[in-house]
């Protein structure tokens, strides 16, 4: 059983880490959008571009997370990007 276990969790640490680079990828983008967003004077916000979001992962999720488990990580992973932009000085 040690085994397995700790082949799980050497898979785990590697998945970790490439969401770490999936997640710092996003953020290079949300910099973007923070960038033309300040120049063109548009707001931080886009509900309608979030709700998109959340229902394009909703909609192609095959688990096993359900649903309010897949809202709540992306629903973290957008305030964290509004939050970014607004550090880097989009409009609120």
Same mark, same amino acid.
């Given at each position: 059983?040690? &085994?397995? +276990? *700790?082949?799980? @969790? %050497? %898979?785990? /640490?590697?998945? /970790?880490?490439?969401?770490?680079?999936?997640?710092?990828?996003?953020?290079? !983008? $949300? !910099?973007?959008?923070? =960038?033309?967003?300040?120049?063109?004077?548009?707001?931080?916000? &886009?509900?309608? =571009?979030?709700?998109? $979001?959340?229902? $394009? $992962?909703?909609? @192609?999720?095959?688990?096993?997370?359900?649903?309010?488990?897949? *809202? =709540?990580?992306?629903?973290?992973? +957008?305030?964290?990007? @509004? @939050?970014?932009?607004?550090?880097?000085?989009?409009?609120?």
């Amino acid at each position: 059983m040690k &085994d397995a +276990l *700790r082949e799980q @969790r %050497t %898979t785990i /640490d590697e998945v /970790d880490l490439e969401i770490l680079r999936l997640i710092n990828r996003r953020a290079q !983008a $949300v !910099a973007e959008i923070a =960038r033309l967003k300040r120049e063109n004077k548009l707001p931080v916000s &886009d509900e309608a =571009r979030e709700a998109a $979001v959340l229902h $394009v $992962v909703l909609e @192609r999720n095959p688990g096993p997370l359900n649903a309010a488990s897949i *809202r =709540r990580i992306f629903g973290a992973i +957008l305030a964290e990007s @509004r @939050r970014f932009q607004h550090h880097l000085g989009a409009e609120s």
